[in-house]
Structure formats: C-alpha cells, structure tokens
C-alpha cells in the first residue's frame, strides 16, 4: 500500500516511510493511496480483536507483514484487562468502553501499537539513527505515549501539555510517568499553541539540522501519524461484528456511531471503516462548547478565530482539528484545493469549502447538559460515564430527538470515569474536599472499584516536569534532549 500526501497526491511513500515521517514534508497528512472494502467483512463475526487487527492491518500496511503477527501480540497483551475494547449494550443504544489500558484512555489502543509499527519500520528502511518522538497532548495522548515508548531502545519521547488545559488525573498520569527515555514539559498556552508549534517544527530545516547532529530522526505519535490513526479503525468493524454476533442488528441493517472529537481522528477512523465496507448509515461528530467542528458540518466554514474555552472534556478543548484535512482530501481528492484551505486556516483563521457531509451530524453540548447527561445516563443505566462519553450521549439524544432515526447506535465511550472524579461528582452536587477523595466518592457512587492505576498516581513522587513558554518549543527541546 503506497500513501500520498494531502498536499501533493504525488509525494507517494511506501507505509515503513509513511510511518517514519510522521508529516509528509509538504506538510501535509499522509493518507492511503486507496481503500478496498474487506471481501465478505461478515465471514469475520466471532474473530479474536487481535486476529482482526492483524487482518486489517495487513491491508494497509503491506510491507510489514513479516512483523505484523508479533507487533499486535506485543502490543495488545495482558496490559488490556479483558479484552482490548468492551461493547457495554443497553438495548436502546450501546457504549463502546476503549478506555481499559494503561491510561485509561481510547488513546492506549493506537498507542500500544505504534511503537511496534514504528519498530518494524526502522528495520524495513534500513534506518541507524535514534528518534525523537514529538507529541502535543490534550490530555490523553501524552500519558498513552510516554508509556508506550518506555525504556524502548532507540527512541525519546518528548510531551507537551498545556498549562491548566488537563484534568488533575491526566496531568499526574503525566508528570509521575518513568521511563530513562521521557521527557514531559508544560506549556504555558492552550493544546492549539502546542499543536501548531509541533506541526512546525515537522517543516524546520534548522531543528532538523540539529536533530541530525545528534543522529536523530523525527515522527510523531499524534494521530498526524497514520500509524496512530488506522489502528482505529479495527474496533469500528469489531464492533460492527460484535453488535452482529450479539443479535443487536440484523445482517443488512446500519449501524451509527457517535463519536466525541476534537482533533477529528476518532470519527475518521470510523469514516475509514465505512469505506472498508462497515455499512454506517450516520457518523455523528459530538463536541463541547470549543465547537469548530458543529458549525463546519452545518455551515461548511471552518472558523477558528474563537477563544478557547476550557471545559469538563479537555481532551476535546480544540479549535484546530488537523486530522479534518484527511477528510478534506478524501471528499475532493483535490490536493492543491486542500494545501490552499490549510493556508488559509494557518494565516486567517478560517475557510469554506463545499463539499458533501451527508454521511455525518454534528451538534455540540454546553457544560450544564453534559451533567444532565452523566445524571441522566446514571439514573436510567446505573452507568456511569466520563464528560467526553457525556458530551457524545447528549448530542445523540439530540439527534434522536430530530431524526426519530432507529438506527442502532453505539456511543464511542473515550475515558475512564476515575480520569474525571471531580468534575463527575459535581453533575451530582457531591462535594469532596481533594482528588483522592473524589475518586474514593467516585467508587462509592458507582459501585466499582478504584482502577490500581489511579492509586498509584497518589502514592508517586512528580518525577518530571519542564516548563516551556509559548514559542519557545525549539529552544526548550534542543537544549534538553541530549
């Protein structure tokens, strides 16, 4: 499978390089050259996960299926509690829990395997240097990358995290994670600022330079990456096939998903399964109040010129969703229409751009509806779940509410509930006097035991923390990575 270049479809990689890069050097994403749906997806109900990931995956990454059996076995291993992804059904509508690795997040999934992909590829190019992965963070990719590249040999991993832009949870994840090999620093912006100032770095012929002195090579593991991202899309047609097999659809029917989003990776991996065949009828893009996305699908302008405002999902705090560029392309497979659009993004702020979103709904939720959602939610299921699973619930009823469409639907569920005590116990007026008894008041609430990775949190030391000013990335990296 050969990748292209949003920005010139006639920059073409193999997927090893694709991998390595990170960013294609025009600055664009790189995506699939083409998708070819799964022959007969159905003759897959009742596939172990890892059976059908290494299936899927080979598709796309071709070039490295010599490796690809060991890389999902390593990376999906006893890390993941019972299994990589739970399918909680309700009846009227199901939750797709991703959250059970070790950072609690949906970001565990991609992460666990990138490192592993990544591997296979430096063997395949025949690289000698180091790397140095870069990552901007809002909230969750940090901790799932600075774990998954642990005391691996050959790679650095450097993490950015806004300043007050994380929970309590996420920021502790962070700053107490181990590792000879990680570096955490704290910017002082927004996950925007972080973003672009990494996003530029990737197309600095200086930093490069630098980084070459030290025989290192650059990537990323946000999803930028499309190692990142097409592991993703594995647990769309898992899930597909597991609401097939658990008599929840009929062979032939639809299925819809409600994905929380902010940088839009989640959504378009499900985008990409449809393409792969999984007959979606409505991908429904949830946001919270930073809501770019909502007023994009319904008015076809992307406008970031807003304040960022600072919710209860920081995770999804975003004005610049990147990953929207691969949708971009793939609607108007125009790569200099794209290149053009993005530009103007970075200069003005803003584009329009007419193209067709029949397949996706968008609406977003205020902070006071996403506790109506976590209360709602509780009082009907006995359920508890995080403010980014909320945000999705509420902007669902909300579809269903215009719609009346009985569409089978499956709430992508992102996070652990114990990322987010605080701000949970709060949708129910329960005071709690620190973090620790937030999450003890959590357990009691819920019924659940407290996750031993949340425990630990409280009894380490911060190990480390760099703090950076904004514009200031460069300056900061090259004089800590050694």
Partial sequence: MDYIS????NNTVNSAKAIIQGIAKDGGLFVPKEFKPLDNIVSFIGMPYNELCKHILSC???DLKYGLDEAVSRAYDEKFI???VRLKDFGDVSFLELYHGVSLSFKD???????????LSIVKENIKENFLILTATSGDTGKAALEGFKNLDRFKVAVFFPNDGVSFIQERQMITQEGNNTYVFRLLGNFDDAQSEVKDLFSDTEFFKELEKRELKLTSANSINIARLLPQVVYYVYTYLEALKMGRISLGDCINFCVPTGNFGNILAAYYAYKLGVPINK???ASNE???????FKTKNYNSNRNLIKTSSPSMDILVSSNLERLLFDLTKDDELVKNKMKELKEQGYYNIDIGTDLFYADYMKQEEVERSIRFVFDKYNY???????????VYQKYLTETKDPTHTVIVSTASPYKFPKEILKAFNISTTDELDSVNKLSILSGTEIPTQILNL???DKTREIVVEKGKMKEKLLNTIK
């Fill in 6 to 9: 949003t920005r010139d479809k």
């Fill in 60 to 62: 796309f990454f071709d």
């Fill in 290 to 296: 930073n809501n770019v996305l909502t007023y994009f």
């Fill in 109 to 119: 999934i991609a992460l666990s395997l990138l490192p592993q992909l990544l591997q």
């Fill in 283 to 285: 991908l429904i893009v």
């Fill in 384 to 394: 508890i779940i995080d403010p980014h699973t909320a945000v999705a619930y509420g």
């Fill in 458 to 460: 409280f009894k380490q």
């Fill in 82 to 84: 019972d299994g990589v």
